[in-house]
């Protein structure tokens, strides 16, 4: 049976979803998942747009050996160069190259003329091609380009040695019929079209993305790009977990396979929540908190009978795994590892001796641990022994009659200092104390508190939404309560605000122009 392409550009597309920036660290764990995921493609970044950048893509092409590492480039010669230079020691590796090819983008972004972009793109292939076989081409904008300047351009870069043909729905303008009509015509009009691979890269602005890429797969593309949670630029591209099981569970009609491992998009699903800091929405399909959720008492009759009734697929295929293990304040370190383990989480001995210190801590707030104060444990916690800043202790003092007052004690680079503030209320009191300590100043841009379990010793899950020198940063935190939940929050999005500022440096000669990408 013929194999479709999973090619992921969550660390690259998905990394310019506002609020989704990661870590060098962060990049590479989540690679590493990918690569256990069973992606065929790994998009790393853009090498020559930063220092780190760099850096990131070259350690991901070393570390990565089962996938294909790739770094997406303008159509340049210092883009190229900065690719191939990080790329260059890694096992298997390519070369993404673009440039828009609609007459408004010609026209308003590049201010060139259809001969000029044609004449950069085959000069871009054809100086990738000297370093590796393995070149795509990308014309940026395709589906609100000239069919005719498609079919032109894409038989030049074949010609060029472009063995990699995508086609972006840049904004996500196309309809699943016109996207399935672009393909067939270019699969009948490109030059040595039989010799190479059509592929797509579509955005979700209409909410088509995944839809469109079907459509794409029905007339001929066999490299599908997307990203884990659907995550990229405004309203994101094609999910790859829809994507996946769409094949899978009607295989029947689109007649394909693939290399992906369907019983690790969950645990990629939430390994890029805890990354970023955001949640998918309850009804998300596949991963979505509701996905495997039956509330109407129909449907929960029917599926105690028979999954199949209302179930199209089962949870466990997508690495979703149900207990009736319960935990709590004497239960061990192994218990809880294995648990965690079961709800589809890696983590080494030192995340969960972590882990296990503050489950300890958890227990005897509770009276009983659920499976998702555990996983808010593991989200909220993994990585947390490493930040510049760690709450250690809280005091606030509220009322009708007081003053809203906060006094907090925290490791800043290991040394503790301690402060007091007042606020509009014990939140607002919690959090100017922190700007205090740290001397961070910000905007709160977002306050969203839930429930993580009922009850009313339940854990309460605070996100914030921060904004610093046009930086937006996403922290969540946990805790029974609520205003200690507030700070750990506030502290976990200015941790991740210290490591995104520490990525930036001055730019390089060609970040003089807008980078843009598919």
Same mark, same amino acid.
């Given at each position: 049976?013929?194999?479709?392409?999973?090619?992921?550009?969550?660390?690259?597309?998905?990394?310019?979803?506002?609020?989704?920036?990661?870590?060098?660290?962060?990049?590479?764990?989540?690679?590493?998942?990918?690569?256990?995921?069973?992606?065929?493609?790994?998009?790393?970044?853009?090498?020559?747009?930063?220092?780190?950048?760099?850096?990131?893509?070259?350690?991901?092409?070393?570390?990565?050996?089962?996938?294909?590492?790739? #770094?997406?480039?303008? +159509?340049?010669?210092? *883009?190229?160069?900065?690719? $191939? =230079?990080? %790329? &260059?020691?890694?096992?298997?590796? !390519?070369?993404?190259?673009?440039?828009?090819?609609?007459?408004?983008?010609?026209?308003?972004?590049?201010?060139?003329?259809?001969?000029?972009?044609?004449?950069?793109?085959?000069?871009?292939?054809?100086?990738?091609?000297?370093?590796?076989?393995?070149?795509?081409? #990308?014309?940026?904008? +395709?589906?609100?380009? *000239?069919?005719?300047?498609? $079919? =032109?351009? %894409? &038989?030049?870069?074949?010609?060029? !040695?472009?063995?990699?043909?995508?086609?972006?729905?840049?904004?996500?303008?196309?309809?699943?019929?016109?996207?399935?009509?672009?393909?067939?015509?270019?699969?009948?009009?490109?030059?040595?079209?039989?010799?190479?691979?059509?592929?797509?890269?579509?955005?979700?602005?209409?909410?088509?993305?995944?839809?469109?890429?079907?459509?794409?797969?029905?007339?001929?593309?066999?490299?599908?790009?997307?990203?884990?949670?659907?995550?990229?630029?405004?309203?994101?591209?094609?999910?790859?977990?829809?994507?996946?099981?769409?094949?899978?569970?009607?295989?029947?009609?689109?007649?394909?396979?693939?290399?992906?491992?369907?019983?690790?998009?969950?645990?990629?699903?939430?390994?890029?929540?805890?990354?970023?800091?955001?949640?998918?929405?309850?009804?998300?399909?596949?991963?979505?908190?509701?996905?495997?959720?039956?509330?109407?008492?129909?449907?929960?009759?029917?599926?105690?009978?028979?999954?199949?009734?209302?179930?199209?697929?089962?949870?466990?295929?997508?690495?979703?795994?149900?207990?009736?293990?319960?935990?709590?304040?004497?239960?061990?370190?192994?218990?809880?590892?294995?648990?965690?383990?079961?709800?589809?989480?890696?983590?080494?001995?030192?995340?969960?001796?972590?882990?296990?210190?503050?489950?300890?801590?958890?227990?005897?707030?509770?009276?009983?641990?659920?499976?998702?104060?555990?996983?808010?444990?593991?989200?909220?916690?993994?990585?947390?022994?490493?930040?510049?800043?760690?709450?250690?202790?809280?005091?606030?003092?509220?009322?009708?009659?007081?003053?809203?007052?906060?006094?907090?004690?925290?490791?800043?680079?290991?040394?503790?200092?301690?402060?007091?503030?007042?606020?509009?209320?014990?939140?607002?009191?919690?959090?100017?104390?922190?700007?205090?300590?740290?001397?961070?100043?910000?905007?709160?841009?977002?306050?969203?508190?839930?429930?993580?379990?009922?009850?009313?010793?339940?854990?309460?899950?605070?996100?914030?939404?921060?904004?610093?020198?046009?930086?937006?940063?996403?922290?969540?935190?946990?805790?029974?309560?609520?205003?200690?939940?507030?700070?750990?929050?506030?502290?976990?999005?200015?941790?991740?605000?210290?490591?995104?500022?520490?990525?930036?440096?001055?730019?390089?000669?060609?970040?003089?122009?807008?980078?843009?990408?598919?």
């Amino acid at each position: 049976m013929e194999k479709i392409k999973f090619f992921d550009t969550t660390l690259r597309d998905g990394e310019q979803s506002p609020g989704c920036s990661m870590s060098a660290e962060e990049k590479l764990t989540l690679a590493k998942q990918l690569e256990r995921l069973g992606v065929n493609t790994i998009e790393a970044g853009f090498a020559a747009s930063s220092p780190g950048d760099f850096d990131s893509v070259r350690e991901i092409g070393q570390k990565i050996h089962n996938s294909t590492v790739i #770094s997406l480039c303008r +159509a340049s010669k210092n *883009d190229i160069d900065s690719a $191939i =230079e990080a %790329l &260059s020691d890694a096992k298997n590796w !390519g070369i993404h190259t673009f440039i828009s090819t609609s007459e408004l983008h010609m026209r308003h972004k590049l201010q060139m003329e259809p001969t000029e972009v044609k004449k950069m793109a085959i000069a871009a292939v054809e100086r990738a091609k000297k370093a590796t076989d393995n070149v795509e081409f #990308s014309p940026e904008d +395709a589906t609100r380009s *000239d069919p005719n300047f498609l $079919i =032109e351009i %894409l &038989s030049e870069t074949v010609r060029a !040695g472009a063995t990699i043909l995508n086609i972006p729905d840049t904004v996500g303008y196309t309809t699943p019929d016109e996207m399935f009509e672009l393909i067939k015509l270019l699969k009948n009009e490109v030059y040595n079209s039989d010799k190479i691979t059509f592929s797509v890269h579509c955005h979700n602005d209409l909410g088509l993305g995944v839809a469109n890429s079907l459509a794409a797969i029905r007339a001929g593309a066999r490299q599908i790009e997307c990203t884990i949670n659907g995550i990229g630029e405004r309203a994101g591209n094609a999910s790859l977990e829809e994507l996946v099981m769409a094949l899978k569970t009607r295989q029947e009609y689109f007649g394909f396979d693939f290399d992906i491992d369907t019983e690790q998009l969950f645990p990629s699903s939430k390994l890029l929540s805890q990354i970023t800091g955001v949640d998918v929405q309850p009804n998300k399909a596949i991963v979505g908190a509701n996905a495997f959720a039956h509330e109407a008492g129909i449907h929960q009759h029917g599926v105690l009978k028979n999954a199949l009734t209302y179930e199209i697929m089962t949870p466990q295929s997508v690495g979703i795994k149900s207990s009736s293990l319960v935990l709590g304040k004497h239960s061990g370190r192994s218990a809880l590892g294995e648990r965690i383990k079961e709800m589809g989480f890696n983590l080494n001995d030192i995340d969960l001796n972590h882990i296990f210190v503050e489950f300890k801590k958890l227990a005897d707030l509770k009276k009983q641990i659920f499976d998702e104060d555990i996983e808010a444990l593991v989200t909220h916690g993994i990585g947390k022994q490493k930040d510049k800043f760690v709450l250690e202790d809280l005091i606030v003092t509220s009322g009708t009659s007081a003053i809203p007052t906060a006094t907090i004690v925290m490791k800043i680079d290991g040394k503790s200092s301690k402060k007091a503030s007042f606020g509009d209320g014990p939140v607002d009191a919690a959090l100017n104390t922190i700007k205090k300590l740290t001397g961070i100043e910000c905007k709160l841009t977002s306050y969203v508190v839930k429930a993580i379990t009922g009850g009313t010793d339940a854990q309460g899950e605070v996100s914030v939404g921060v904004e610093k020198n046009g930086m937006r940063i996403t922290g969540r935190g946990a805790h029974t309560d609520i205003v200690v939940a507030s700070a750990l929050a506030f502290m976990n999005a200015l941790n991740r605000l210290e490591v995104r500022e520490k990525k930036i440096s001055p730019a390089s000669p060609i970040k003089k122009k807008i980078l843009g990408g598919i």
